[in-house]
């Protein structure tokens, strides 16, 4: 049972490591862009934090490159291992998106629901936090 003492524990916990990494952080405040470069933009800054490269050039399709890039950070963040915390703001940029442009994105967050699989339960846990202030 979820106590509101624990959501808020939770929220606390959960910002205060997804705030350590100095990367855009999803749910906080407007960007100059729209939500799609937007989650480019922070995508391409958790990859490049993590070492790891993009199979799709971000400029080509940002559509594409976000999907191609959703199945990396979501298996990542699912590892929990020391990247999952970086990984995990990759994840709630892609979730942003699809909530913010829902009606142009539901195959993209049909592919996250699907990609988190039995992760989903855990995700949403931390996730709902930050896009729900408590």
Excluded at 5 to 30: N, W
């Amino acid at each position: 049972m979820v106590t509101e003492k624990t959501a808020v524990d939770t929220r606390i916990f959960s910002e205060k490591m997804v705030e350590q990494v100095e990367i855009l952080v999803p749910f906080h405040g407007k960007s100059e862009n729209d939500p799609l470069t937007k989650c480019v933009e922070i995508l391409v800054q958790v990859l490049d934090r993590l070492g790891k490269s993009a199979s799709i050039d971000p400029k080509f399709d940002g559509g594409v490159f976000v999907q191609a890039t959703c199945v990396q950070v979501v298996n990542l963040w699912k590892q929990r291992g020391k990247e999952s915390e970086i990984a995990f703001k990759g994840v709630l940029s892609i979730l942003e998106l699809c909530l913010t442009q829902w009606s142009q994105q539901s195959a993209l967050f049909e592919s996250l629901i699907n990609i988190l699989g039995f992760g989903s339960v855990a995700f949403w846990r931390v996730a709902v936090p930050f896009v729900v202030r408590i």
